[in-house]
């Protein structure tokens, strides 16, 4: 089974400031990875999906990269909304498996 | 507008068996390439996949929970099943459905989850 590891586990940031969330795989997964959010009492939402492409309705601001075993998540400038927690998943090997998330907490 | 909603008791006894209901709208689950899952997190951990029944009637399941996991739809009425034997504590957790399909395989959208608590 593949191991996704998130960093870091916590994020404190202001609104308007750049996030960036990591994601190492304990194997390649190619470009088989995503992003989701979750906020609190709501249920994951994808953001970025195959590594970089935006899920419909994301905003700009979010972006992927990455491919292989290491991916991250760029969120250009935080939104009030943005706090949240943020997970990835990946897909390449079945069954898919999920990192432990990163929590973006505000400052 | 796609949307899921899950449903199921809120307490289960150890060694009962639990059964969630997944009932969705805005496309057909008869539809080719669709597929339901159904995905778990305990309170506060990571989230981890537990099953998938695809439009041809398909059926995946994790592997360590392969022996006590069973999924089936009913493409009439928009409902996808999952029914787990013998429950534990340790299966305390919000159970999603989520729906992926072959040209997103990906999760997307999510239902809102439904929490359920092993305790006697």
């Known amino acids: 089974e593949i191991v996704l590891t998130q960093s870091p586990a916590t994020l404190s940031l202001s609104p308007g400031e750049r996030a960036t969330l990591s994601c190492r795989a304990s194997q390649s997964v190619s470009s088989y990875l995503a992003w989701y959010q979750q906020k609190p009492g709501q249920a994951p939402r994808l953001l970025i999906y195959d590594a970089s492409n935006r899920a419909t309705g994301i905003p700009a601001r979010f972006s992927g990269s990455g491919s292989g075993t290491d991916f991250t998540l760029t969120i250009s400038s935080l939104e009030p909304e943005d706090f949240a927690v943020y997970y990835c998943?990946?897909?390449?090997?079945?069954?898919?498996?999920f990192g432990q998330g990163t929590k973006v907490e505000i400052k | 507008q796609v949307t899921l909603k899950e449903s199921g008791p809120a307490l289960v006894k150890p060694t009962q068996t639990l059964t969630l209901t997944c009932t969705f709208s805005g496309f057909s689950l008869s539809s080719s390439g669709m597929r339901i899952n159904w995905i778990r997190q305990p309170p506060g951990k990571a989230l981890e996949w537990l099953a998938r029944?695809?439009?041809?009637?398909?059926?995946f399941y994790s592997t360590s929970l392969k022996t006590r996991l069973t999924i089936s739809k009913d493409t009439s009425k928009n409902q996808v099943v999952l029914t787990m034997t013998n429950v534990d504590p340790v299966d305390t957790a919000t159970y999603y459905c989520?729906?992926?399909?072959?040209?997103?395989?990906?999760?997307?959208?999510w239902g809102q989850g439904t929490l359920v608590t092993v305790s006697s």
């Open positions: 998943q990946q897909r390449n090997n079945w069954p898919g498996t």
């Open positions: 989520a729906r992926s399909s072959v040209r997103l395989n990906w999760f997307d959208p």
């Open positions: 029944i695809d439009w041809d009637d398909d059926k």
